[in-house]
């Protein structure tokens, strides 16, 4: 379970980081809540939600064994109404989750300048 858990705090970091990053450009008037779920089928949620704006980014993500899991990030509104159900898919160990996350940095964040009216 530790594992897990530094999964979802990786995940949850990276949010914090496109939050930080598109913030920046919304003059600080965006304000977020985030967390996590685990359900128990075993899969798990990881997200942010960005007011006033009200879009999410989520991960949600699995365990596939051999501590390996499957993560898409997906962003939504908090209402269901999806507006991209696959930004990105990773799969791996928590060491490949990080090295895939670091690859992928600049397109969420522009992926979220393009959700975001600013």
Known sequence: MVEKEDIFSTLQQFLD??????????????????????YQSGKFIVYISLFP????????????????????????????????????????????IKIALESHRARVADELTTLLPF
């Open 53 to 96: 704006h009200e879009v999410e980014l989520i991960f949600e993500g699995e365990d596939a064994g051999n501590r390996e899991n499957i993560i898409t990030l997906i962003a939504c509104t908090p209402d269901g109404n999806v507006l991209n159900d696959n930004i990105f898919t990773l799969c791996g160990g928590l060491a490949d």
């Open 17 to 38: 980081s496109a939050y930080e990053t598109v913030a920046e450009h919304d003059g600080n008037v965006l304000t977020k809540r985030s967390g996590h779920t685990v």
